[in-house]
């Protein structure tokens, strides 16, 4: 049996939230540091939080900037709470959907890897508007496969990103149409797409024993626990952990970053 097996799905999902943070944090935070409106936000809602740990690391360089982070599993959010005791930030157990805010609204709202889990990027933004001051933006932080690159190639890896974005699209999930994102917003009254920019995390190996190794091994057990799809699973770990050995082995991590502004009015 695999050690993941034995593991919580929270727990799961806390490893690999925070190597995303960690390893990604470097490449994404110019977006956010490059717009004014950004930069210098009071109030950003982080949808989808998980452990907390990618907005304690924004409050560091964004530090007149108050953080409410919330999501639907309330082990991550107990989790987030426990470690991160920063003034600057609060975390709740809530579905977006649900969520009002509790004082003024915000000035922007983070949504990083959520998108790919949901089924209407337009009712997102409906939503989004609610809880969002006049001339308020979303950000949307999502994985770009296409410009995401591993060498030597690991076509059992990719085989297994396959039969899982197959599967969130038979249940309808937005992971198959994030290329449509600034396409849904632009056709949206009230929205403007203000940013889009490419987000490049490149990686030199041997990766063995690394935390980019981890971060690929973190991908499968996710894979595993929660696709809905069978895989040989196993064979997929020995390849990576074959690749990570590697020399030569290289990975560049890709994604994208949209930021769509309310209009004032």
Same mark, same amino acid.
């Given at each position: 049996?695999?050690?993941?097996?034995?593991?919580?799905?929270?727990?799961?999902?806390?490893?690999?939230?925070?190597?995303?943070?960690?390893?990604?944090?470097?490449?994404e935070l110019a977006f956010f540091l490059e717009a004014p409106e950004l930069r210098n936000a009071r109030s950003i809602l982080d949808v989808g939080c998980g452990n907390g740990d990618y907005v304690a690391n924004l409050c560091g360089y964004l530090p007149g900037t108050r953080f409410t982070g919330i999501d639907v599993s309330?082990?991550?959010? !107990?989790? %987030?709470?426990?470690?991160?005791?920063?003034?600057?930030?609060?975390?709740? *157990?809530?579905?977006? &959907?649900?969520? /009002?805010? !509790?004082? %003024?609204?915000?000035?922007?709202?983070?949504?990083?890897?959520?998108?790919? *889990?949901?089924?209407? &990027?337009?009712? /997102?933004?409906?939503? %989004?508007?609610s809880c969002l001051a006049p001339g308020g933006s979303v950000v949307v932080i999502e994985v770009d496969?296409?410009?995401?690159?591993?060498?030597?190639?690991?076509?059992?890896?990719?085989?297994?990103?396959?039969?899982?974005v197959g599967e969130a699209?038979?249940?309808?999930?937005?992971?198959?149409?994030?290329?449509?994102m600034a396409a849904i917003a632009t056709g949206l009254p009230g929205w403007t797409v203000v940013r889009e920019a490419p987000i490049r995390v490149p990686f030199l190996g041997p990766f063995e024993?690394?935390?980019?190794?981890?971060?690929?091994?973190?991908?499968?057990d996710i894979c595993e626990r929660t696709g809905g799809f069978e895989h040989p699973f196993d064979d997929v770990r020995s390849e990576v952990s074959s690749w990570a050995r590697e020399s030569s082995a290289f990975s560049r991590l890709a994604g994208r970053a949209l930021q769509i502004r309310r209009d004032p009015n």
């Open positions: 049996m695999h050690p993941a097996a034995a593991r919580s799905t929270a727990a799961i999902w806390d490893e690999l939230l925070s190597l995303q943070a960690e390893l990604f944090i470097p490449s309330a082990e991550l959010v !107990a989790a %987030a709470a426990r470690r991160h005791d920063e003034p600057q930030l609060a975390f709740a *157990h809530r579905d977006f &959907f649900d969520y /009002v805010p !509790a004082g %003024a609204p915000h000035d922007a709202i983070l949504f990083r890897f959520v998108v790919q *889990h949901l089924r209407d &990027f337009g009712a /997102v933004l409906r939503h %989004a508007a496969r296409d410009a995401s690159l591993a060498q030597p190639a690991m076509p059992r890896f990719d085989a297994m990103i396959d039969a899982y699209a038979r249940r309808g999930r937005m992971r198959a149409q994030l290329d449509r024993g690394t935390k980019v190794a981890r971060l690929y091994q973190s991908w499968i």
